[in-house]
Each structure stands twice: as C-alpha cells, then as structure tokens.
C-alpha cells in the first residue's frame, strides 16, 4: 500500500483484462476502487474478491453502457458502493470500457454499430465525466484508456480509431477546462497487448510475430505495463502532467 491511501477510484470495464489489471494495481497503492462491468457479474466479483484478499478495499457496480439512462445507472451504484464504505467523493476516475467490433472496413461498416461504438467509447465517458464532476476531488485525475490505432492505420476497422480518437480530443480539452481545479485530464494510447480478448489473435504464430516485429521493445505487452502507467497518472508524481497522451506500446510503429 502506499501513495493512494485515502483514494477513492472508479475503473470502468474493471472486471477483466486491461481494467482488471489497472483496478487491482489502484488498490494495491492504496486505493478505494469502484470495479464496474455491463454483464460479468462473476468476473467483477472476483476482481473485488482479489483486491480484498491482497490487502486492498473495492466494490462492484453494474451498469450497462451505450444504453439509455446509463449513466444514471452507474452513479447510483456508485453512491451505494461509495455509502457502505464510509465514502461520497471521488479522487480517480478511468475510462477503460470501450467495444471494439473488429474486422469491419468502411465498405461493411453500419450505421447502427458505428453508433454503438460511439455511444459506449465516446458519449459514455463524456456523460459520465459530467455527472460525476462535482463529486471529484479538486486535484482529481481523469485517465482514459486510448489505442494506438489512433498513430497508425488499423487493419481491423475505421470504427473503432475514430471513437478513440475523438476521445483523445476530449481529454486533450477537458484538461484545460479543469485545470483551473487542478485536476488533470490525460489519456493512455495501448498497442499490443495479452488480455483473454486478444488471446486468439495472438495464438496465430505468424500475427504473434508480426506483431512483435512492428515493436521496438520486441515483445507483445502485459497488463502490468499498461496498469503501471495509468498507476503514475493517478499518483501525485503526475501532478504536472495534464493534456497529453502517453503512449504505452513499446514503440509500435515507430
């Protein structure tokens, strides 16, 4: 435990993969985490499960994002979550759930999952954040979790970049319009990285090393990489940094 003590942090999408692994990294610095998933009950338990059982506090929250009144959904968990522990404000907040539908060129792609692409990685955050503005701390950190298909040309679809893309736009003016509180706003571009999600993707020998190839660290990423980044955003190290992307990939494509 250590320089979060006294934190309260909500993860979005903290169940599994990139957001469990930020989640866990939060609590083991010491902070209360609010773990929140749209479906996987049993995956957020155990993520909760996990940070209590190292040492840490968390609680769960449901609420399913992209869909009507769900921001009014999360906010109430969150204030019941935050409640049983003694807690009302918020001193971190990260954007990490997103939805991703991949192998969709702009010949195939529709409407419909262009929407809901955008409702979950950019309409969400951006309401989210706003509701949840007063209950921040001045001082606060907001972290969203970006891609590095916003550098180079993703091969999976044009969907996906230009949501993060516009969420990157979003954290670069929201910094400015909370500055004057002291809370910075940063976003965390992520490449290649081992999650459950991406396991079969890379359990291809040849797209394992093509990947590995385009990165000039030579290996495909952790979770602890990317968890250890968003961890130095949240902490008081990070005080001077604000509006900027850093990017976690090892070097792709550089």
Not at 34 to 62: D, K, L, P, Q, Y
Not at 90 to 98: F, P, Q, S, T
């Amino acid at each position: 435990m250590g320089n979060l003590s006294g934190k309260v942090a909500l993860v979005t999408g903290s169940s599994r993969g990139i957001g469990r692994g930020i989640a866990e990294r939060l609590a083991r610095d010491g902070a209360l985490v609010v773990v929140h998933h749209s479906s996987s009950e049993a995956a957020a338990e155990e993520t909760a499960a996990a940070i209590t059982e190292a040492g840490g506090r968390a609680c769960v929250v449901r609420a399913e994002l992209g869909v009507p009144h769900d921001v009014d959904t999360l906010a109430a968990g969150l204030e019941t979550g935050l409640r049983a522990h003694g807690e009302s404000t918020l001193d971190i907040l990260v954007h990490n759930a997103a939805l991703n539908l991949m192998g969709r060129p702009i010949e195939v792609l529709t409407p419909e999952e262009f929407d809901r692409m955008i409702a979950v990685n950019v309409k969400a955050p951006l309401f989210l954040t706003q509701r949840l503005l007063p209950r921040l701390r001045d001082g606060g950190r907001i972290i969203n979790i970006s891609s590095v298909s916003t550098r180079i040309a993703s091969a999976h679809g044009i969907g996906y970049p230009l949501t993060k893309g516009a969420l990157e736009v979003f954290s670069h003016s929201l910094a400015k319009h909370l500055g004057p509180r002291g809370i910075t706003v940063n976003s965390v571009a992520v490449g290649f990285t081992r999650t459950d999600m991406t396991a079969e993707a890379l359990a291809d020998p040849a797209n394992l090393e093509r990947n590995i190839s385009l990165t000039a660290l030579g290996r495909i990423g952790r979770v602890p990489d990317i968890a250890d980044a968003v961890a130095f955003l949240a902490s008081d190290d990070a005080r001077w940094i604000t509006g900027a992307k850093i990017d976690v990939t090892g070097g792709v494509n550089l």
